[in-house]
T-cell receptor, first 112, second 114 residues
């Protein structure tokens, strides 16, 4: 069953507001990857976190990996209309024999 | 110069038909994948091929058969299509057969079964 949970499923924000999506696993993750899928597009790799407690930034995006390597978050500061899309986390669950397990994604809707 | 390409982009067909989706990558990657994305945007891996060898086969009906003529191509053949097969199918590739490796996705094929 689904072992990588992501919340919220949908998030409506006003342009300029901040946005955060959370990813949780019941088991320790070897790594966590984040992807963005624009409406009508395909998932595009954003970043990978490997180390416990790791924090990485990409302009207005901040990615965190929990100390226990069971959770991660993506925070966007001052959202813009170009941030619209679905954000997926993906991790290696167990030994990795099944490849990446994707969360169900958070759909970010921005109101101008 | 598209890195991962898929054809067709859209596929509309009747229940019971057999169809194929083609995928090609020009990145020189060793591993290719097929993912299914349902109407709720849930992405689930179906198959993975590494050097023409199937290395992952999730609980996918045997009506789905991946075929890899060479390292740069991974096609998906579907027999006896059912309504529940309607989805977007994404091909992807990665450099090596490591789950840690970045997945490069193709543009997707939207399959509609009537």
């Amino acid at each position: 069953g689904q072992q990588v949970m992501q919340i919220p499923q949908y998030q409506h924000v006003q342009e300029g507001e901040d946005f955060t999506t959370y990813c949780n696993s019941s088991t320790t993750l070897s790594n966590i990857q984040w992807y963005k899928q624009r409406p009508g597009g395909h998932p595009v790799f954003l970043i990978q976190l490997v180390k416990s407690g790791e924090v990485k930034k990409q302009k207005r995006l901040t990615f965190q990996f929990g100390e226990a390597k069971k959770n991660s978050s993506l925070h966007i500061t001052a959202t813009q209309t170009t941030d619209v899309g679905t954000y997926f986390c993906a991790g290696i669950v167990g030994g990795g024999a099944d490849g990446l397990t994707f969360g169900k994604g958070t759909h970010l809707i921005i109101q101008p | 110069d598209t890195a991962v390409s898929q054809t067709p982009k859209y596929l509309v067909t009747q229940m019971g038909n057999d169809k194929s989706i083609k995928c090609e990558q020009n990145l020189g990657h060793d591993t290719m994948y097929w993912y299914k994305q349902d109407s709720k945007k849930f992405l689930k891996i179906m198959f993975s091929y590494n050097n023409k060898e199937l290395i992952i086969n999730e609980t996918v009906p045997n009506r789905f058969s991946p075929k890899s003529p060479d390292k740069a191509h991974l096609n998906l053949h579907i027999n006896s299509l059912e309504l529940g097969d309607s989805a977007v199918y994404f091909c992807a590739s990665s450099q090596v057969n490591l789950p840690l490796d970045t997945q490069y996705f193709g543009p997707g094929t939207r399959l509609t079964v009537l």
